[in-house]
């Protein structure tokens, strides 16, 4: 069962017709599909593995529709081309893995400072440093913490498939838009090189917004618009922060977005994310057949964190169970939502490493029997 907090809109489209026809894809490809038919028309990017083939799809298709394709100098030049399309009120989009998103934060500041929509791609690769390309879920933290520098925050939303990939680009462009924030579509290598079948929306099905504060040319129809991060006088940026802040707990109010299964009954609830989410899945569903009362919460929306279902399944639920492809990052989180209600454990591998149905199930059982 999918869990939305109340007066949320359901990601998944509704009374829009899809083209029929399930194409087999891999997700990076995908993603970048989607991004072009929920009208994205400038890309910018660098290649780094994972995902180049976000930047490939994206000079092959772009020429074709009018789009605008730049493979830029470094990672700092793209998402700074990123802000200036935003800032003209066009959908805009970058993709990148680890640490290339890395080299971005400082871009991705300006651009929360300035208050404008973009789709911002990672596909996590292992780290710290060059690390290795296998799959990882190591950008937990900066992606929701500190995506660059200052008082900011921005969307993240985390597929589990191909297809939510696919989904999840119309999502993060319209939430994008209603709050003028970036939003990251956080991903992993093992997401980014899959392929399975996938439906996509018809093209122009979800038009983007009317954006009055754009950049587009006034010709004494409007004010000028100007747009802007710098803000020299204390108080006038103070008054800029504590407004954005006013929005983001808007955000946490009304866009939390997780799905939960079997938690009805459970003992023990796994939380897992994104590609961890699959395997914490299997484990679940063994361990049930094995009598023992599990279930799953996924989270879809990393920031906001889905706190109102966690402490919601709290209620029943005797332990956590925290399972991430890293060292330990969404589980601080989950820890800090049940302010110390109920024990949270963490099982993790790391370095490029894929922990199993098996070693999960492991830990289920582990907790099971204490």
Known sequence: ??????????????????????????????????????????????????????????????????GTFLQAESEIAAINMVLGAASAGVRAMTSSSSPGISLKCEGISYIVGSDLPCLIVDVMRGGPGLGGIQPSQADYWQVTRALG????HVLVYAPSTVQEMVDLVVKAYETAERYRLPAVLLADGMLGQMMEPVTFPEEGAHAPIEKPWAVTGHQNARKHNIINSLFLKPDELEER??????????????????????????????????????????????????G?????????????????????????????????????????????????????????????????????????NKLAKD
């Open 1 to 66: 069962m999918r869990h939305d907090v109340p007066g949320q809109r359901d990601y998944r489209y509704k009374g829009v017709s899809k083209v029929q026809e399930r194409v087999l894809m891999k997700g990076n490809e995908a993603l970048a599909e989607a991004a072009i038919r929920a009208g994205c028309r400038h890309y910018f990017g660098y290649p780094i593995t994972p995902q180049t083939e976000v930047a490939a799809y994206m000079a092959k298709r772009m020429p074709k529709i009018g």
């Open 241 to 290: 922060v504590k407004s954005r802040f006013l929005r983001y707990e808007q955000i946490k109010k009304s866009e939390q977005l997780a799905e939960e299964t079997m938690t009805e009954d459970a003992d023990i609830i796994v939380v897992a994310y994104g590609a961890s989410a699959r395997i914490a899945m299997n484990a679940v569903k063994a361990a049930r057949a094995d």
């Open 149 to 152: 520098h200052g008082d900011a």
């Open 292 to 364: 023992v009362k599990a279930g799953l919460i996924r989270p879809v929306t990393l920031w906001p964190f889905p706190t109102d279902v966690l402490q919601k399944s709290a209620k029943q639920a005797k332990q956590f169970l925290c399972v991430e492809m890293s060292m330990g990052q969404m589980v601080d989180d989950v820890r800090l939502t049940l302010e110390g209600s109920r024990p949270v454990h963490f099982y993790g591998r790391t370095g490029g490493i894929i922990p199993t149905p098996a070693e999960v199930l492991a830990e289920i």
